[in-house]
C-alpha cells in the first residue's frame, strides 16, 4: 500500500511558488537549498533536494533513466538468484569498510 499525500501552492504571475511546509520538511529543505525536478515520460514531476556537496548530473540522470525503464518495463526486473547472492557474499565476507573514513588522495 501506497501512502500519498498531497498539498497544493499557487503559481504568481511570475510563475514562481512557495513550496509547502509539508514538502519542505520532509524533503529537509532549509533556505537556499536547491532542489531539482525530474520530468517523467508520462508527464509526472518529482521533485528531489539536491545535496550540493553531492550532486553529481550523471548519476541524476541515469537514476532517472533507470527509474523510468523499470516503471515503463517491469517484467524486465527480477529477484536476485540465490546462487548470485551467495556468490557475492562469499567475495565481501572478508572485506571491512567504515564508510566515516574518508579517501586517501590516491583513492579518489
Not at 572485506?95 to 566515516?100: A, F, R, S, T
Given at each position: 500500500m501506497t501512502l500519498s499525500l498531497y498539498s497544493d501552492s499557487k503559481l504568481t504571475n511570475r510563475y514562481q511558488t512557495t513550496i509547502p511546509h509539508m514538502v519542505r520538511k520532509v524533503l529537509r529543505l532549509e533556505k537556499n537549498d536547491k532542489i531539482r525536478y525530474a520530468v517523467q515520460t508520462d508527464g509526472s514531476v518529482s521533485i528531489f533536494r539536491i545535496n550540493q556537496a553531492e550532486a553529481d548530473p550523471a548519476l541524476a540522470n541515469f537514476l532517472t533513466f533507470l527509474a523510468n525503464d523499470i516503471s515503463q518495463n517491469p517484467q524486465n526486473t527480477s529477484a536476485i538468484g540465490s546462487d548470485l547472492l551467495n556468490r557475492i557474499q562469499s567475495l565481501?565476507?572478508?572485506?571491512?569498510?567504515?564508510?566515516?573514513?574518508?579517501?586517501?588522495?590516491?583513492?579518489?
Open positions: 565481501v565476507s572478508d572485506v571491512e569498510i567504515d564508510l566515516d573514513t574518508p579517501l586517501s588522495d590516491e583513492d579518489e
